[in-house]
């Protein structure tokens, strides 16, 4: 008995030290965190395209060796940031410092800061040039540094509305659009955080999802995304909560596609392709474009050369010496899977320019020959193609891979007014939707 009191004695003893920090003062509002905030809404994404020196301002910039706050907290309104070095330094003192691989840490008193004049809200962190990535070769060869911003999820997600999508188009579409990019991006940032090594979970760009910072926020965005907040989408079926990998695309082209036919994987949530006969007015809706025999020698040649994954396929003949070999015949081959007319293969017959009996015949994934060729123009798989002489037109519809959400078409749904849990489910029929935080 008198073990058992003291054991409550020590519960309760180790219950009020547990519970102490919560009764200290509230948060000086105007103390900087200085230190990485890696809540589990915290989305980490890699921005682009900022350049090799950049100017980051704020109110009172917080600076600190990202993990290692102790190590210095160095306030300036003004930070220069030299990629080429792996340097910051201090325009007014001239002081300067190397990035450390564990990145530096920005963040500004205000809650906002500015990276070349483009404003981020949260948190930024720079990591050298060097930082090796053994997922990403072009974070190994980057000119540039890794610039990383550290943000709430759904304040990220004000932002990316307006580089996906057009907070002003009917509500129930914008919404729909908020909660396929909240649950691409949770599942990007489960997939990525597997690998302790990795310091991003997704990129700003087309890769992922368009996120061009504060800039694009607007207040019907903010107002779509605290009413859909913490709403994504899991397999219908399971128990447990997860998120699919909520892919979508500018538009079908009149059905959607599955991710094994586009990539050859299979991802929890797509069962089945959709039909729409919704984006029929989109811009992109038909399009052609034509290249010639000699244009697609180059662009495959090319396409080879840095797509290093894809030359299994390729013989070593052609390998050693592609200007030996010369297109004579351009097919095509549907899926056969599916009843649409979106093209699975294209085969490439080569002839031997010293030998004209030596003929290569090469198939190759049609989704993979459109980002070899130029996927701007060949805009989606969607496709059949003609020989007209020494050249081959494409003839086409929709834009892009077709996969999960056709966004001009979920924009004629709201149009039309169905409400949002038919438009999710239309283009994900394999979903539920859940809320994963309040
Ligand atoms: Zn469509």
Not at 44 to 73: F, Q, W, Y
Not at 105 to 113: A, F, K, P, T, V
Not at 404 to 426: D, S, V
Request: glycine share 8%; with cysteine; aromatic share 8%.
């Amino acid at each position: 008995m008198g073990r058992l009191f003291v054991r409550q004695g020590l519960l309760f003893i180790l219950l009020i030290s547990k519970a102490l920090p919560a009764l200290a003062l509230p948060l000086d509002p105007n103390r900087l965190a200085s230190e990485l905030k890696m809540t589990p809404q915290t989305v980490r994404v890699k921005l682009s395209g900022l350049g090799r020196i950049m100017t980051v301002r704020g109110t009172d910039l917080g600076l600190s060796l990202a993990k290692k706050p102790e190590l210095g907290n160095v306030r300036a309104d003004e930070w220069i940031i030299d990629c080429k070095k792996s340097e910051i330094y201090q325009p007014v003192t001239g002081k300067s410092r190397k990035i450390p691989r564990s990145g530096i840490l920005l963040e500004s008193l205000s809650g906002i800061l500015s990276v070349n004049e483009k404003r981020f809200r949260e948190q930024i962190v720079v990591y050298p040039k060097e930082l090796l990535s053994p997922y990403d070769e072009s974070v190994r060869t980057n000119p540039q540094c890794l610039v990383v911003n550290h943000i709430n999820l759904e304040r990220y997600l004000e932002s990316v509305v307006n580089g996906e999508f057009n907070s002003q188009w009917a509500e129930t579409a914008v919404e729909a659009q908020i909660i396929a990019a909240r649950t691409y991006a949770l599942y990007q940032m489960n997939e990525m955080r597997k690998d302790h090594g990795r310091v991003f979970d997704v990129e700003s760009t087309e890769k992922d999802q368009v996120y061009l910072g504060l800039d694009r926020a607007d207040n019907k965005a903010s107002e779509l995304v605290a009413k859909t907040r913490g709403l994504i989408m899991s397999p219908k079926g399971s128990v447990k909560i997860t998120p699919i990998k909520a892919f979508y695309h500018a538009s079908c082209g009149g059905i959607t596609s599955l991710p094994e036919a586009v990539w050859g994987t299979h991802f929890a949530g797509f069962t089945h392709r959709a039909l729409c006969p919704f984006c029929a007015h989109s811009p992109s809706y038909s399009w052609d474009v034509r290249f010639s025999f000699h244009e697609i020698e180059q662009r495959i040649a090319h396409g080879l050369s840095v797509d290093t994954n894809n030359r299994k396929a390729w013989p070593k003949a052609y390998l050693d010496n592609p200007g030996r070999w010369v297109l004579s015949e351009v097919s095509q081959r549907a899926d056969k899977n599916s009843s649409d007319a979106r093209i699975s293969d294209i085969v490439f017959d080569f002839t031997d320019r010293d030998d004209f009996d030596r003929h290569i015949k090469i198939r190759m994934n049609a989704n993979i020959v459109r980002n070899w060729l130029d996927p701007v123009k060949v805009k989606s798989t969607l496709f059949t193609i003609a020989t007209l002489g020494r050249s081959i037109q494409f003839n086409g519809k929709g834009s892009g891979h077709g996969v999960g959400m056709c966004q001009w078409g979920a924009k004629r749904m709201g149009e039309k007014g169905y409400t949002l849990a038919q438009i999710l489910t239309h283009y994900y029929p394999g979903v539920k939707i859940a809320r994963i935080w309040k």
